[in-house]
């Protein structure tokens, strides 16, 4: 079945898809390079790093002893409007030839699509767990019949879409709340699948103190972690929030 | 052929694949454990447990010698409002894997892809009937051109797709019309398909009398069973509704 | 190449693939039970008879010896109200393992879809002749720009479209006009494709006289057969219409 | 790579794909009948002739010394009025079983489907010729935004697609022209694709006079010859018009 | 990996694909003809050259020891309006048997199809890299949703896709702006995959000045060089701009 990696309670891993999801314009001069988050995902010891297979096959290899991979698998611009739709443009097998320790892959429920990417998810997981790799879904439900991605039944639901389809580790969004209603809710949501390993999304840059209070309530919740990229390279020093994290996640 | 387990005459199966379908929303804190499902399967041996992929993989193995597995191979969430379309995300392999005796599908007849629901039906039966595995069809008439799903004669036709097709056990709603019309409606059915296994869906939670009764009346005309869900598990105590189901059933 | 089956002359064949076409309402209590229909086939001596792979596969096997079968690869029900489209939910391969003499699969011409259907059907086609089975097309013309399915025009291209896909009996709807005017059209039917074996589609079910003196029309044009159902099976008499038209037939 | 078939430098090829393409109405009597059409070819040494793979199948054989065959392998009717779309019901092995010299393809550039279609000739296409077998690209744009099919630079396009494909063979239409002005055209066309064989469509029956013009025409500006159907076996005297064409083609 | 072609710093391809994606109307009478192109590419000793399979597969084999190939898999012609899809209609086995460094493809980003052309380009890549073949993504975002498509930040979305989905090399188009501007841009662009290689697309023919002055700014900048068409053929006398172009970019 899947990695030991994924046997872990606690995480801490560093996204960075965000060139393809939403294009250049979230990276500043020095997160453009991948090195640097690479480097930053190697000194400060976060679980792993997700990277998209193009950025992947050209920088992971001289990192490949100092921080496990995620391969994303899968992945949209924001150019298109429609129904969302998002195709694996990587595989298993990349993922193996890199070494990764897991597959990353973005599900649409209530796309119009959703059955499609159901399928296709299906099929890598089956394909990774037999290899030998665990498997993070991205669980967004999204289209033209959700109307607030956020709304707590809506995360719900997606939480549970990942135990359903047999996701090691579920990546969910979290809604803006004051501390205490958040906290509440990451209860709510951490009942939905309890012995799923689940993740928050960073998502947006928002404010440090809020961003730390969003991952103590979630971590005192119940939450395993976050699967982070704005929030922290997106900081004025993303050294320090890093420490600020790891010190809730980890204790 | 199909698996022994196949030959019973009676059935009661526990459905447990509302996670997806329609999201957590169907559970309680109890129910939204995948071990309290697991535990009244096996412990009031019921003939079989549906469970979803996900949920498979990380719950069954420890309850392989306890209790049957049907493996729920593919699914749809309740987000989309469009033609229903329903995919395996799931393979007779990892059902081969987990040890099931059977897989499950869904067919929606009437949607605008009710085409590639039964090729890739007829795929998959071929497959298991191959690897000795059995096939359960959930037969739900669905789509712009259905008026209602449960229209005895809708219901009718559903029946007859799942012997048409194959399926080695047919779920299928029923109406809620008083004891003596649905009796009638319940001998009818029965005719359409004679030498097939023919299960009820449980369906939404109902008050207890009215389901035994539904139930009584299905056995009496010959229905072979409940493959039930809501109506055991939402109960005020699983376990009782359990045992007077089962007095109906098995007698 | 095609089965020896096929190298006959002259065919009577019965249909009952109409559980999955029309739904249960094409049938009688009797009729409703596929043993009811393999034992008429069987005793009256049928050139064949054409079920669905559920069909044949559980009643099938025990009248093996008895009656040739033709299992029919695609199918649709009618709740779906927009372009037609059929895809296989059987397998040549199934069809070996039943011992069937051929395969048979509707073709929509005219469909939105045409060109998905004649890409499965000319696969399928030659996979049965590199395995000794022969193919029976159902040949008929719909769709939105299809305004009447019986125009003698349309029929007429309908024969030409089997000849020209390959098929090895092409089955052909006849339009309901007086016996002079019909078999004028059969005339010019037999012509369109001389060396194609043509039965004709039985259609819903008609008065008994006018049937015999639609099949005697078309046989003495040189028609081949027919591919029968409910003219049969809904007859008061099964047996004796049976006999009626082996006359008209086989002289 | 290709058969030697498509090294020569002109070309007479009969075209008899018309029964599936405009249904049996382009024929007479005598021209249903496959087998005049195949001793027309085979007595007036054409170059080859084409046919669909059903009409191969059944009259090819006995005439597979006589005259080289191209196996049509994709087509439609003309009965859907969308975007059109024709994709292969035949396919290259069919073609080594019937010992043809090369397989024939439809694209409809400009069409909604353009890329299924470039793309299913294009595994064709390399099929063919690691097989020994040459390639016949019928190159019609069509569609919603082709406004007129046989505009001189719509053909131009059509001629440069058929190379840039890899057809060894590219059939193109002409427009209707007097003959000064039609030259000039061919001449054009000629130049569009140096080295590549190009052969004109018959299309509608025309007045003999007229459609000699035409190949003269076509001949002296370099273009390969003609593959016809309509203009030859529609022909009062096929065996006449078919000496007249071979005089101005081989001189 | 890729081939050791893509290990050089500055590029200098000539683009020959013009003859699918918008017909023979680029070309004048000497450059119809694809030896005039690989003549002019081979002496002057462009680092290589782009074909479609057809025009590779005859022309280029006499030429293969003296110009590098870069085989465009997939294209489409500029005849249909609608959502832009562009499927392969080449394969790297092709480029393999041609013995060319690499393979061409095209995205249109923020197409309805963007996940279709992603998922192809993802496992052309992969079997290229397997091979030993490197890969030249055309990124050119286009659809209904983009307003225009050299806007500058469509152009650095652009690249980055080309690096996140593991391009060798990364065409993109330049918006036409005066020298200062556009390398103020070509700088932003060079930053956002820092060690990726970009190539410039020529576009349409412009003013020969001012088509050195774009290739300046962008040399100047870091940009890798160009692959370029009808600036290169159009102009008056390609090879005295080929020498100007050669001084700019390897100085």
Not at 39 to 55: D, K
Not at 60 to 82: A, E, H, M, V
Not at 155 to 160: M, N, Q, S, T
Request: with cysteine; proline share 5%; charged share 25%.
């Amino acid at each position: 079945m899947a990695n030991d990696f994924f046997l872990q309670e606690k995480f801490l891993i560093l996204a960075y898809d965000h060139g393809l999801e939403h294009g250049p314009s979230d990276f500043s001069e020095k997160t453009l390079d991948p090195n640097f988050i690479l480097e930053l995902a190697s000194s400060q010891e976060f679980s792993a790093i997700v990277l998209t297979p193009g950025v992947a096959q050209k920088y992971y290899p001289k990192f490949q002893s100092k921080i496990p991979l995620i391969l994303k698998l899968n992945g949209k611009t924001n150019l298109y409007q429609g129904e969302p739709i998002s195709l694996a443009y990587g595989s298993v097998e990349l993922a193996c030839r890199l070494q990764a320790v897991g597959v990353g892959y973005t599900l649409y429920p209530g796309s119009k699509y959703e059955s499609l990417m159901f399928k296709e998810f299906g099929e890598i997981k089956e394909k990774a767990h037999q290899k030998g790799l665990g498997v993070v879904a991205w669980v967004y439900p999204r289209g033209k019949f959700i109307r607030n991605e956020t709304d707590p039944e809506i995360i719900k639901y997606a939480v549970r879409i990942g135990l359903e389809l047999g996701a090691d580790l579920v990546k969910i969004k979290y809604p803006l709340l004051e501390a205490v209603a958040l906290k509440k809710i990451f209860e709510e949501i951490r009942k939905i699948a309890p012995e799923t390993k689940i993740v928050l999304a960073g998502g947006k840059k928002i404010k440090e103190e809020e961003f730390l209070e969003v991952i103590k309530s979630a971590i005192e919740a119940g939450i395993n972690g976050v699967l982070v990229g704005r929030n922290v390279w997106q900081a004025e020093n993303p050294y320090l929030i890093t420490q600020e994290i790891k010190k809730i996640i980890f204790g």
